[in-house]
């Protein structure tokens, strides 16, 4: 189901714009779990941080207050770009645009290259014998449907979504 097709569905349900919806991507990938590199192995078989980079600091996606992305601004890389960018273009200059695209590819950049040590990416390891097996990886994001309605036309990426429905039912769809 596409994204618009979900939403006009939620929409025939008289949901609140304050409802939670609930985004779930997920990737799986064969691995050799004897080296105990399988997590790292299932990460770069797979690029699933691509996708959770994407929906979680691509605009409109970005929020300052998700827990992640919080951590992330504590890091020393994150504190270390925002005092040199500050130092070479002034206090002024962290209220432009161009200095939050530069904090958000700082953000990604991190993520991206010390992704295990947020608390991001769950996992889970299936042992077919003693060296063969499968990880399944997934991440799950909150979105409200009032900014789902908002940002409808944004794109959104291939997933799970549920939400629970006021008639006590609830909802469960591969976004695509």
Request: net charge negative.
């Amino acid at each position: 189901m596409d994204f618009k097709s979900f939403l006009a569905e939620l929409e025939k349900n008289d949901l609140p714009d304050d409802h939670e919806i609930t985004f779930t991507i997920s990737d799986f990938a064969e691995v050799m779990h004897y080296t105990g590199e399988y997590l790292d192995d299932a990460m770069r078989k797979t690029d699933f941080i691509d996708s959770v980079c994407g929906l979680l600091l691509e605009a409109p996606f970005f929020d300052r207050e998700h827990e992640t992305v919080k951590e992330l601004l504590e890091s020393d890389a994150i504190c270390d770009f925002e005092g040199e960018y500050e130092h070479e273009h002034g206090e002024e200059a962290l209220e432009t645009e161009e200095y939050q695209d530069e904090l958000r590819d700082a953000l990604d950049n991190e993520l991206r290259e010390n992704w295990f040590e947020y608390s991001v990416v769950d996992y889970d390891l299936i042992q077919y014998d003693y060296k063969r097996g499968r990880v399944d990886l997934s991440f799950t994001r909150e979105f409200t449907f009032g900014f789902c309605k908002e940002h409808r036309d944004a794109w959104w990426p291939s997933c799970n979504a549920s939400v629970d429905l006021p008639s006590g039912m609830s909802l469960e769809v591969e976004l695509s």
